[in-house]
T-cell receptor, first 116, second 113 residues
Framework: GAVVSQHPSWVICKSGTSVKIECRSLDFQATTMFWYRQFPKQSLMLMATSNEGSKATYEQGVEKDKFLINHASLTLSTLTVTSAHPEDSSFYIC????????????FGDGTRLSIL | GDSVTQMEGPVTLSEEAFLTINCTYTATGYPSLFWYVQYPGEGLQLLLK?????DKGSNKGFEATYRKETTSFHLEKGSVQVSDSAVYFC????????????FGGGTRLMVKP
């Protein structure tokens, strides 16, 4: 089946550091990838949708300059949290969709980000 | 806009007990409905889905029936196991594949031996 790999699974870093999270589709080409944020004991909130080769579409209230998304290839999207602060600590989950609007989302295992 | 409401957790059950997690939705048109499961420290896995009214989705002993008249998609399992302990998310999508999802708040299930 379709596999989405997310890396790293857990990262702890100091305030002010920029952190990059990778999302890879291992056995299919993901024309669209989604980035979600999940606070403890809460649901997933869609942050942005990225299509390969074009700029990401951010949801209302998500800072584009804070959360940089790059989707340069059909198998890789990255989310960079720039100058991270403790309030950015959260669980970030990506999902990927194969070519074609009828294809389902496949989720990665998530990245736990802890900013000290 | 579209929304999904789930019963608040945690739901704590003994092994082999019957499980019901309520889910209702608000949406225009005819959405598809999904249940996802999230095990500790992991992403989401699709558990089951239903794409039209009266459809029943089932997987791993779990099932849910799409009830348009009550706008509900309650998750049930006849006999839960400790390994079912996880967070369950109800979601809807305007298309069958679920590639634009609206999630409910999630319900944590804890099964004790």
């Amino acid at each position: 089946g379709a596999v989405v790999s997310q890396h790293p699974s857990w990262v702890i870093c100091k305030s002010g550091t920029s952190v990059k999270i990778e999302c890879r589709s291992l056995d299919f080409q993901a024309t669209t990838m989604f980035w979600y944020r999940q606070f403890p004991k809460q649901s997933l909130m869609l942050m942005a949708t990225s299509n390969e080769g074009s700029k990401a579409t951010y949801e209302q209230g998500v800072e584009k300059d804070k959360f940089l998304i790059n989707h340069a290839s059909l198998t890789l999207s990255t989310l960079t949290v720039t100058s991270a602060h403790p309030e950015d600590s959260s669980f970030y989950i990506c999902s990927a969709r194969d070519t074609g609007i009828s294809q389902p989302q496949h989720f990665g295992d998530g990245t736990r980000l802890s900013i000290l | 806009g579209d929304s999904v409401t789930q019963m608040e957790g945690p739901v704590t059950l003994s092994e082999e007990a019957f499980l019901t997690i309520n889910c209702t939705y608000t949406a225009t048109g005819y959405p598809s409905l999904f249940w996802y499961v999230q095990y500790p420290g992991e992403g989401l896995q699709l558990l089951l889905k239903a794409t039209k009214a009266d459809d029943k989705g089932s997987n791993k002993g779990f099932e849910a029936t799409y009830r348009k008249e009550t706008t509900s998609f309650h998750l049930e399992k006849g006999s839960v196991q400790v390994s079912d302990s996880a967070v369950y998310f109800c979601a809807l999508s305007k298309n069958n594949a679920g590639n634009m999802l609206t999630f409910g708040g999630g319900t944590r299930l804890m099964v004790k031996p």
